[in-house]
């Protein structure tokens, strides 16, 4: 796990979005998958909306040749190195697609959920090899603000955990565990703060 070079992100609204825009700008080969096709348009006007805020940022611009997008979750998941689910809020939906998404990726591949306040015990409960399973909730946008919140869940492994953060940290976000028992409000704050500093620094 130490060398991730592709990336599943399962869920392309605004959130699945940015982790596409920001893995792509750090060099990563990205498979995009979401049951609805018509947000591929919204991706790729996203992409060329920001490309000027992300070359700024990083100093380079995306190669668009990098992200694929699936119509299949099974072909989106082959030969992923980790898994960024970002599909809507709703538990009984997150815990359906993860069961997918620990039947589909390959064995040894973490899987994180963006959720901002679903537990990943309660997403993962479907799920056989709960070990490989985390939280990773971003600061919005995720492709802009440098901070996610790392949480594993009763079963998840801590080297999973101390993995993920690495992996996160060589992406250039300021990654932090938190307590695996509480949801991530407390940390809104701090999220509306780091918003409004990296907006006036691409103004």
Known sequence: MSKIKTVGIVGTGVIGTGWIIRNLAHNKIVHAYDQNKNLK???????????????????????IKNLKFFNSLE????????????VLEDLELKKS????????SPENTIIASSSSYLLISKISELVKHKYRCINAHPALP??????????????????????????????????ITVNKAVS???????????NLVCRLLLE
């Open 41 to 63: 348009n919204y991706v790729l006007k996203e992409i060329k909306r920001t490309s000027k805020s992300i070359k700024k940022l990083f100093g380079k611009k995306i190669l």
């Open 75 to 86: 072909k989106a998941l082959s030969n992923v190195d980790f898994v960024q689910e970002s």
């Open 97 to 104: 697609v993860f069961e997918q998404l620990d039947k589909l």
């Open 142 to 175: 995720p492709h802009i603000v440098p901070f996610v919140e790392v949480a594993g869940g009763v079963n998840t492994d801590p080297k999973i955990i101390k993995q993920a953060v690495s992996i996160y940290k060589k992406a250039k976000y300021a990654a």
């Open 184 to 194: 991530y409000t407390h940390l809104r704050a701090h999220e509306t703060k780091a």
